[in-house]
């Protein structure tokens, strides 16, 4: 199986270094970080990513909520928040985007993994599911 590709959304730079060089070992590619909301969109389209691992609180305009909305909507990446904000009101808000998963700062390397693998899983399963439907209401044989 390929190794699958995260983009990195993290404002403070030593932070996403860190988050990448863990994701590197885990074996993951990283394609790219983004440090705002809206380069975090940018670089989600550009590199093709498998999930986009999103901080909440972002330089700029947007924030990560807003963000993961966004690349949710448009491009149909799932998004994995990975913030120290864990406050109700925070939570509710990311819950409306549908988030694959909300791990708090600081976490452990195995949550992160662990999670991330929870999170392809599941978006390759509903993938091959809504293929799975489209054959059939195309009238083409499912496999």
Same mark, same amino acid.
């Given at each position: 199986?390929?190794?699958?590709?995260?983009l990195?959304?993290?404002?403070?730079?030593?932070? /996403? &270094?860190n #988050?990448? *060089?863990?994701?590197? *070992? @885990?074996g993951?590619?990283?394609p790219?970080?983004?440090?705002?909301?809206?380069?975090?969109?940018?670089?989600?389209? @550009?590199?093709?990513?498998? &999930?986009? &691992?999103?901080?909440?609180?972002?330089k700029?305009?947007?924030?990560? #909520?807003?963000? /993961?909305?966004?690349?949710?909507?448009?491009?149909?990446? +799932?998004?994995?928040?990975?913030?120290? =904000?864990?406050?109700?009101?925070?939570?509710?808000r990311?819950?409306?985007?549908? +988030?694959? !998963? =909300? #791990?708090s700062? +600081?976490?452990?390397?195995?949550? @992160?993994?662990? *999670? #991330?693998?929870?999170? @392809?899983?599941?978006?390759?399963a509903?993938?091959?599911?809504?293929?799975?439907? /489209?054959?059939?209401?195309? !009238?083409? +044989?499912?496999e």
């Amino acid at each position: 199986m390929k190794k699958a590709k995260i983009l990195v959304v993290e404002d403070q730079n030593i932070v /996403a &270094l860190n #988050i990448r *060089n863990k994701l590197k *070992n @885990l074996g993951y590619t990283v394609p790219g970080t983004a440090s705002t909301g809206e380069e975090a969109i940018r670089k989600a389209e @550009l590199t093709n990513a498998d &999930l986009v &691992l999103m901080d909440i609180m972002l330089k700029g305009e947007m924030d990560g #909520i807003e963000a /993961a909305r966004e690349i949710k909507s448009r491009l149909r990446i +799932p998004v994995l928040y990975l913030t120290a =904000y864990t406050d109700d009101e925070t939570l509710e808000r990311a819950k409306t985007t549908e +988030p694959a !998963g =909300y #791990i708090s700062k +600081p976490f452990k390397e195995e949550d @992160l993994h662990s *999670n #991330i693998e929870m999170a @392809l899983h599941k978006h390759r399963a509903e993938k091959k599911e809504a293929e799975k439907e /489209a054959e059939k209401e195309s !009238g083409k +044989p499912t496999e």
